[in-house]
Nanobody
Framework: QVQLAESGGGLVQAGGSLRLSCTASGRTFSTWPMGWFRQAPGKEREFVATIRGSGATTYYSDSVKGRFTISRDNAKNTVYLQMNSLKPEDTAVYYC???????????????????????WGQGTQVTVSS
């Protein structure tokens, strides 16, 4: 059983920054693609960013590209989401997710769907005021 614990959410003014962290249990963290998703009230959960196990490749939704950066520290079993130039429309609960099933070896394959992931954290609230 894999457990994921997010932290770092909070209230920030538009234009500000936050860094989310997600720490995972498990010995093979470095092999798992990891993702960040978000869910605003009344909306479906949506993809934000993903990173391959090695950390060498990343992929972002168009809505956050250029503002958010996903990274990981495999020695700490932790994935990060640095969020800059935050906008009110970024307000949501942010979830990290782990894909522990067999993944493609191709670095051009990105996992962007909710069903692509096997384990989820409890979520952390990010609120951006205008």
């Amino acid at each position: 059983q894999v457990q994921l614990a997010e932290s770092g959410g909070g209230l920030v003014q538009a234009g500000g920054s936050l860094r989310l962290s997600c720490t995972a249990s498990g010995r093979t963290f470095s092999t798992w693609p990891m993702g960040w998703f978000r869910q605003a009230p009344g909306k479906e959960r949506e993809f934000v960013a993903t990173i391959r196990g090695s950390g060498a490749t990343t992929y972002y939704s168009d809505s956050v590209k250029g503002r958010f950066t996903i990274s990981r520290d495999n020695a700490k079993n932790t994935v990060y989401l640095q969020m800059n130039s935050l906008k009110p429309e970024d307000t949501a609960v942010y979830y990290c997710a782990a894909r522990t099933r067999l993944s493609s070896g191709s670095i051009t394959v990105y996992y962007t769907g909710v069903s692509d992931y096997d384990y989820w954290g409890q979520g952390t609230q990010v609120t951006v005021s205008s």
